[in-house]
């Protein structure tokens, strides 16, 4: 019984750490929506965005540790696991988002996109798995 609930709890952690750098991306991109009008003048070079998005990412992982300073997955090899699949699963929603604005004829932004999802995700996972608890 004391393995089931450890598995679950285990599983609970995860989901939570996929569901945090979720909320923060969505926050990011209605930030990104609100910001980029003003400033829009045509293409952007991806190879200039990606930095960009790397670095939001980064700070999204420093504000949510002051939120939540303890990180939810306590398990160091769990922590190597999640360093990777949250950011995964969150690559998968932005793509989904995407998808579905460009399916109703709105404007996208890059972060919808699974590439630039997941690098925002996979450095909001590195700063908060380098420096938290």
Same mark, same amino acid.
Request: proline residues 5%; hydrophobic residues 60%.
């Given at each position: 019984? $004391?393995? =089931?609930?450890?598995i679950?709890?285990?599983?609970?952690?995860?989901?939570?750490?996929?569901? =945090?750098?979720?909320?923060?991306?969505?926050? +990011?991109?209605?930030?990104?929506?609100?910001?980029? $009008?003003?400033?829009?003048? *045509?293409?952007?070079?991806?190879?200039?965005?990606?930095?960009g998005?790397?670095?939001?990412? +980064?700070?999204? *992982?420093?504000? @949510?540790?002051?939120?939540?300073? !303890?990180?939810?997955?306590? @398990?160091?090899?769990? %922590?190597?696991?999640? =360093?990777?699949?949250?950011?995964?699963? !969150?690559?998968?929603?932005?793509?989904?988002?995407?998808? %579905?604005?460009?399916?109703? *004829?709105?404007?996208?932004?890059? =972060?919808?996109?699974?590439?630039?999802?997941?690098?925002?995700?996979? @450095?909001?996972?590195?700063? %908060?798995? *380098?420096?938290?608890?």
């Open positions: 019984m $004391e393995i =089931l609930a450890e679950v709890l285990r599983l609970f952690q995860a989901l939570l750490e996929i569901i =945090l750098q979720i909320v923060f991306e969505v926050l +990011a991109e209605l930030g990104i929506r609100v910001v980029r $009008e003003p400033f829009r003048r *045509g293409p952007v070079n991806p190879w200039l965005a990606a930095p998005y790397a670095l939001l990412g +980064a700070a999204a *992982g420093g504000l @949510s540790l002051l939120v939540f300073p !303890a990180l939810f997955v306590h @398990s160091p090899v769990a %922590r190597w696991i999640n =360093l990777f699949l949250a950011p995964l699963f !969150a690559g998968l929603m932005m793509a989904l988002i995407g998808a %579905r604005l460009r399916k109703r *004829g709105a404007e996208t932004i890059r =972060l919808e996109t699974f590439a630039y999802g997941f690098l925002f995700a996979f @450095s909001m996972a590195a700063v %908060r798995m *380098g420096f938290g608890d």
